[in-house]
């Protein structure tokens, strides 16, 4: 079946990066946009951007242009997502999530998601 | 403050019909058809119900639809069960540098 495993849960400083690696399964991983979205605690949903697996282009929300990485390597089938500068508000749970849609438009909707791993930013 | 407008709250008994409104703009819901709905449960990821306004992935109740009127999306929820009660979220493709926004979520409550 379609699977998204993602890397454990980070601690880091405020000013560090964070990597999340994100292994697919079950599907053909360069045929689908591959998103990521956080979730601060207790509140709602935001969109960080995508990667495209097959040319490993890419679209960030404007928030996080130069500031958010997204990128993969199709070998092991695995994404990435690299925040810099990490500050206290950073503290979420980050999710990767696949197009629903193969080499759609990009915004047709996300399934199926990562577990999430959170990521906390504490001094 | 979310792009897209939800109620905070809903709520039904078993086997009553309830809807989630998602209020956008015409940079958004009302001008693309790139609309999605999500189920969420305490702790858990999302799950995708509704895609591109009304589609629904395969495995997910004929419970679930979703439809489109103006600036405004709904989803449905007819036949409410306990297991329907989590936290809801819409989201849409926007024009903007955005590209895609969510709503602030609705807690379904089943009574």
């Known amino acids: 079946q379609v699977q998204l495993v993602q890397s454990g849960a980070e601690v880091k400083k405020p000013g560090a990066s964070v990597k999340v690696s994100c292994k697919a399964s079950?599907?053909?991983?360069?045929?689908?946009?591959m998103h990521w979205v956080r979730q601060a605690p207790g509140q709602g949903l935001e969109w960080m951007g995508w990667i495209n697996p097959n040319s490993g282009g890419t679209n960030y929300a404007q928030k996080f242009q130069g500031w958010v990485t997204m990128t993969r390597d199709t070998s092991i089938s695995t994404a990435y997502m690299e925040l810099s500068r990490l500050r206290s508000d950073d503290t979420a749970v980050y999710y990767c999530?696949?197009?629903?849609?193969?080499?759609?438009?990009?915004?047709?909707?996300?399934?199926?998601w990562g577990q999430g791993t959170l990521v906390t930013v504490s001094s | 403050q979310s792009a897209l407008t939800q109620p905070a709250s809903v709520s039904g008994s078993p086997g009553q019909s309830i809807t989630i409104s998602c209020t956008g703009t015409?940079?958004?819901?009302?001008?693309?058809?790139?609309v999605s709905w999500y189920q969420q449960h305490p702790g858990k990821a999302p799950k995708l119900m509704i895609y591109?306004?009304?589609n629904r992935p395969s495995g997910v109740s004929n419970r679930f639809s979703g439809s489109k009127s103006g600036n405004t999306a709904s989803l449905t929820i007819s036949g409410l069960q306990a297991e329907d009660e989590a936290d809801y979220y819409c989201?849409?493709?926007?024009?903007?540098?955005?590209?895609?926004?969510f709503g602030g979520g609705t807690k379904l409550t089943v009574l």
């Open positions: 079950g599907y053909t991983f360069t045929g689908y946009y």
């Open positions: 999530a696949r197009d629903t849609v193969p080499m759609g438009f990009g915004a047709n909707g996300f399934d199926p």
């Open positions: 591109d306004v009304s």
């Open positions: 015409s940079s958004d819901v009302g001008g693309y058809n790139y």
């Open positions: 989201s849409s493709y926007t024009s903007s540098s955005t590209y895609v926004v």
